[in-house]
């Protein structure tokens, strides 16, 4: 019965395509898309496949001499072991420069301030710097930065983590990732129950995360913060950077250029209420807060804690051509439901963020210049921008 089922679909998704395909009207068009777009994939792959065949060529190599140096012992001066360590503390230590390195045949003498959350790996890392002999351990220890200098800034550094354990893979670990999915997909899908369900869900997770290269938190929605997408685009206005900023700073604005978004409603100084139409028509509201405002430099804001979309904006003015033109750097970030998945959703339904970002700013650069935004009514030049509140100083706004 399941096979009969299986060929009845078939039969109708084959006769759908061809008669997509074969339409007489846009059939010829069709068919030279679909053309470019097999030749596309094809290079693509191929591409694909020399990368991983490279990544794989030199971790392998890679691995083969770090071996071999292991077994045999290699007669290193003191000048290049010092160099080795001091590289080697750059990856577990978050003040390098406020530990003193001493070599001396081969053996280490480490002094100087550290914290204790960083100590037992800079012993351990420098101990396995190829060369060393023996480390001293002078190093003072201390919980907190306290009112020490050298403990002041500085960066927690992620150390030697494990290929699958960080932020990005490289190609090898992507490719293996992807096999080792795609098996537990396909042993998922042919059995039932707890594990059979259980190991889809793995291997379809695996199996995304190795073709987008992208975290699961970030992937899922589930801990990604605002962070799950992220647009960076730049455009250059012909009006005062006085105008300009005046207009995005009345978010109700928005709604004017922004073709997903339905309203935004502002009350008080810094605080807006959004309503966005999301992928199949699905609208989600939520409150944002203005995090940092300058007066024709810089506007910036974010979702409140708690919103069903976590979103932040950030936008730079900068005036062009002795005040005649504005250039504006625009970053956002939000987090959809279903994060980088719900993006991927969005792209099926031929919704893709960026591209649609594209088409807002050229409708928002028609708009300040010509007083009329594609598809739009025609506005005056005194519709264009309502009036900043009189107590938006010049103080960020926390």
């Not at 709604?255 to 959004?274: I, L, P, Q, Y």
């Not at 409140?304 to 003015?317: D, K, N, P, Q, R």
Request: aromatic fraction near 6%.
């Amino acid at each position: 019965m399941r096979a009969t089922w299986w060929l009845v679909g078939g039969g109708v998704g084959l006769g759908a395509g061809l008669m997509y395909l074969a339409d007489p009207r846009s059939g010829r068009r069709r068919r030279a898309v679909a053309h470019d777009k097999a030749l596309h994939a094809v290079h693509e792959a191929e591409n694909a496949v020399g990368v991983v065949t490279r990544d794989l060529v030199h971790r392998t190599r890679g691995f083969f001499f770090n071996s071999l140096g292991r077994i045999r012992r290699e007669d290193v001066d003191d000048r290049t072991i010092e160099a080795r360590i001091r590289s080697a503390l750059g990856r577990v230590c978050s003040h390098p420069h406020a530990i003193h390195v001493n070599v001396e045949g081969g053996r280490v003498r480490l002094a100087g301030v550290v914290l204790k959350v960083e100590h037992s790996k800079i012993l351990s890392r420098a101990t396995r710097v190829p060369g060393v002999v023996d480390v001293a351990d002078n190093l003072r220890v201390f919980k907190q930065p306290g009112s020490h200098p050298e403990l002041q800034g500085g960066a927690q550094r992620p150390g030697d983590r494990p290929e699958f354990l960080q932020r990005n893979w490289s190609p090898a670990a992507r490719f293996v990732a992807g096999l080792g999915g795609a098996s537990l997909l396909t042993w998922g899908l042919s059995h039932r129950g707890v594990p059979g369900m259980a190991s889809t869900l793995l291997g379809s997770l695996l199996t995304l995360r190795s073709i987008t290269n992208i975290e699961l938190k970030r992937l899922t929605g589930v801990g990604g913060g605002r962070l799950g997408i992220e647009i960076h685009k730049d455009i250059t206005v012909h009006a005062p950077v006085e105008e300009v900023f005046r207009f995005w700073r009345a978010m109700e604005n928005f709604s004017r250029f922004m073709s997903h978004v339905e309203e935004v409603r502002t009350s008080g100084a810094d605080r807006s209420h959004w309503r966005v139409k999301g992928p199949a028509g699905i609208v989600f509201e939520w409150d944002a807060l203005i995090t940092r405002l300058i007066p024709h430099q810089v506007l910036a804001w974010k979702s409140v804690e708690g919103s069903t979309v976590e979103h932040a904006g950030i936008i730079h003015f900068e005036s062009l051509n002795e005040g005649r033109s504005t250039r504006l750097d625009i970053r956002m970030s939000y987090n959809p439901p279903a994060g980088a998945l719900g993006h991927a959703f969005a792209r099926l339904l031929g919704v893709s963020p960026k591209k649609q970002m594209d088409d807002d700013l050229l409708r928002f650069k028609s708009l300040i210049e010509t007083g009329k935004a594609t598809g739009h009514e025609t506005v005056s030049r005194e519709q264009l921008s309502v009036p900043t509140p009189e107590h938006s100083g010049s103080q960020p706004v926390h």
